[in-house]
């Protein structure tokens, strides 16, 4: 329960999408930042479709009237507009003080100071929620659906997930809970949510519910030691307890 994540951070020349001058990004982020590229780019192409060269008598191109209203435009101006209410630069930047903040926890995480790290994790959720995505978030938190994993401008469930594991070492249980259930709705794929969710309900006695979190998170990695070695004392718990009101 102790691990954090670490990504490798890409530099300008390490790919040619990442451009002098831009900021630092993980693997992660450039595949989706790529990802959200060819969608904007399969989307021109789709408002663009109908443009057609049609020869006129002496074999030059003609570009109908519909046509000459859809302007070509750079996929980097497309992608500045894709949040009206911020510039690209604006979400960068919130993004980057995001990044310091989470760093910063993880320091005081790995430094056994649960407290500050809870602080700064807080901080950098805070941050998070001046995202233009943040309403997004919020309406998906608030259904308590775990479903398909949310796209994000930011990957909150790492935060919460982390955070959740600070709440565990201080013993606030439900606080853990909330966390690692809030990482789970965000992104159901990301174990270390569940995996701390499992252990929260552990810890409040909730054998039966842990037992299923658990072993979700195995599922998704069945070679996990602690995974493995949290699920089988869930159901020795659970299998002890039975035994006690059996003997009533």
Avoid at 80 to 103: L, M, P, R, W
Avoid at 147 to 159: A, G
Avoid at 183 to 193: M, R, T
Avoid at 231 to 241: G, W
């Amino acid at each position: 329960e102790d691990e954090l994540i670490t990504e490798r951070v890409l530099k300008p020349g390490d790919s040619k999408e990442i451009k002098q001058g831009a900021r630092p990004m993980t693997e992660r982020e450039l595949r989706e930042l790529e990802k959200k590229k060819s969608q904007i780019e399969e989307a021109l192409d789709e408002k663009l479709k109908d443009m057609i060269q049609i020869k006129d008598a002496n074999g030059g191109s003609v570009v109908r009237k519909d046509a000459e209203k859809k302007p070509i435009v750079e996929v980097e101006e497309v992608v500045e507009e894709v949040y009206a209410s911020a510039t690209k630069e604006e979400i960068e930047a919130i993004i980057s003080s995001i990044e310091d903040q989470k760093a910063k926890g993880n320091e005081a995480f790995t430094s056994g100071e649960y407290a500050q790290a809870i602080l700064l994790y807080t901080m950098a959720l805070d941050e998070a929620a001046r995202l233009p995505d943040a309403s997004n978030v919020t309406e998906k938190l608030n259904t308590s659906v775990v479903s398909e994993p949310l796209e994000q401008l930011f990957p909150r469930h790492l935060i919460l997930s982390n955070r959740s594991a600070c709440f565990l070492k201080l013993g606030h249980h439900e606080k853990a809970l909330k966390d690692g259930s809030d990482a789970e709705i965000l992104n159901s794929a990301y174990v270390k949510g569940v995996f701390r969710k499992g252990l929260a309900l552990h810890a409040m006695g909730q054998y039966r519910e842990a037992i299923d979190a658990l072993a979700k998170a195995q599922k998704v990695e069945p070679k996990n030691k602690q995974i493995k070695q949290a699920l089988q004392f869930a159901e020795v718990r659970l299998h002890q307890e039975m035994r006690k009101r059996m003997e009533r």
